[in-house]
């Protein structure tokens, strides 16, 4: 029922949302130089690898390190990108990763090889079990602020507690996270009480 319903909104969103997806990708062709995508091997379910779609929000000089691994990350993002990053409108070509059955909107976020460290965590705990998302547990909580562990324990406790109700409860903190821009750099986060009891 998780992937019925992945399937069906993420195809009503890519239609509805069509038009901003092409001004966007206008917008960043005609205001830096390099692609308007940036693609990137993550690993998903199972640890499985696979290539993650998002609208590119950094030079093309800025280096391939983990975002959490910046001190100065604002000075490799454009203006444009700074905008869709606090907004999360880099995260919309992720639509195609869950129609093609990567991704799910909820779990796990998925890890580059960069972030090695927390792939071998989550596979040791479980939390590579389930299909990744655009956001989840972790991405509520902290999201670049969380130490690897930290962000591993999460995602094991998700998997381990899957549900509709998680869900929807994770899916209404994302847009207040959303809405707040928390965590968009190395600032804390928090997660409701009611998500917290859901996952215990």
């Known amino acids: 029922m998780k992937r019925f319903f992945d399937l069906l909104l993420a195809i009503f969103l890519f239609i509805l949302l069509l038009l901003p997806l092409v001004t966007i990708a206008l917008i960043i062709k005609l205001t830096s130089k390099g692609p308007i995508l940036f693609i990137q091997v993550r690993y998903g379910r199972n640890s499985r690898p696979f290539k993650l ?56 976020r998925p890890m580059a090889i960069t972030d090695i460290k927390v792939i071998k965590l989550r596979k040791k705990n479980g939390g590579d079990s389930v299909l990744p998302g655009i956001s989840g547990l972790a991405q509520v909580n ?37 809405l707040k821009r928390e965590g968009v750099f190395k600032k804390a986060g928090t997660i409701s009480e009611d998500v917290q009891h859901n996952i215990k």
């Not at 604002?74 to 995260?91: A, V």
């Not at 591993?152 to 209404?172: E, N, P, Q, R």
């Open 142 to 178: 902290g999201r670049n602020n969380l130490s690897d562990e930290d962000k591993a324990t999460y995602d094991a406790k998700y998997a381990a507690h899957l549900s509709f109700i998680v869900d929807m409860f994770l899916t209404v903190q994302t847009v207040f996270s959303v």
């Open 53 to 108: 779609y998002k609208f590119r929000s950094m030079t093309d000089s800025a280096p391939q390190i983990a975002n959490s691994k910046f001190t100065d990350i604002q000075n490799y993002i454009t203006p444009f990108g700074m905008f869709i990053r606090k907004t999360s409108l880099d995260e919309l070509p992720q639509l195609w990763n869950i129609i093609k059955g990567d991704m799910s909107f909820i779990g796990p």
